[in-house]
């Protein structure tokens, strides 16, 4: 039997409400069937125009790991955990050649000709207009897909951390990125197997940080 047919998933509400930040993993490992399955939803995740801007690296080998572990101030869950997604992401990439996500989106016929024509246009003239801001628009689209990931993860059985506490020229060594300047590190997340559970710390109430229409018009509920 295919080891993912075999994992109960939860529904997307119930791993909203259950996932809590893991620090302490298991040094299970996580089967190729069900980390594939991972990838995939994360990368489901939307992006601006469909550009697909992060580059995700997996770090799995012991002695990554451990030199990614030193890149984010020694934080243990890198190392226990069997494998990290490090989220990084290209500003430039809606600049660059985007033929691949037009084909792509011929094919599957999600797009016509006249929209790709558009977006030949549109895509490089909105992500230029950006000027300095490049970076955060591509850091977004990365974070929405580690949140797919963090989500997928814990439907599927697994525990995660957002890891925000790292020295992005060090991580971008790890992975192999020293050279490129412009490419952003957005998150590190620790994937796999809890050995401990977390309780939840809590919300505060709505009113507190939730508004209607504007500041100041607290939302009740």
């Excluded at 992401?89 to 797009?111: H, I, M, N, R, S």
């Excluded at 997340?189 to 939730?210: C, K, T």
Aim: hydrophobic residues 45%; aromatic residues 8%.
């Amino acid at each position: 039997m295919n080891p993912i047919t075999q994992v109960q998933s939860l529904d997307v509400p119930s791993a909203i409400a259950q996932r809590r930040s893991i620090k302490s993993f298991k040094s299970d490992p996580i089967s190729k069937e069900l980390l594939h399955q991972l990838v995939e939803l994360t990368v489901a995740a939307p992006s601006s125009y469909n550009i697909q801007d992060w580059r995700i690296v997996l770090v799995q080998d012991e002695a990554q790991r451990a030199a990614l572990c030193a890149a984010s101030w020694n934080q243990q869950q890198i190392i226990q955990a069997p494998v990290s997604f490090v989220f990084a992401c290209d500003p430039y990439a809606g600049e660059k050649d985007l033929t691949p996500v037009f084909e792509q989106g011929l094919q599957t016929g999600a797009w016509n000709e006249g929209t790709v024509n558009y977006f030949k246009t549109a895509i490089p003239q909105f992500h230029g207009a950006l000027g300095d801001k490049r970076r955060e628009y591509a850091i977004k689209d990365a974070m929405i897909a580690a949140t797919h990931l963090v989500l997928a993860a814990e439907s599927l059985g697994l525990s995660t951390c957002f890891m925000n506490g790292w020295i992005e020229d060090k991580v971008k060594e790890v992975i192999g990125a020293a050279n490129e300047p412009d490419l952003a590190i957005a998150v590190v997340v620790p994937v796999g197997y809890a050995a401990e559970p977390r309780l939840n710390p809590g919300r505060l109430p709505f009113s507190h940080n939730v508004f209607i229409d504007k500041l100041g018009n607290p939302y009740q509920g």
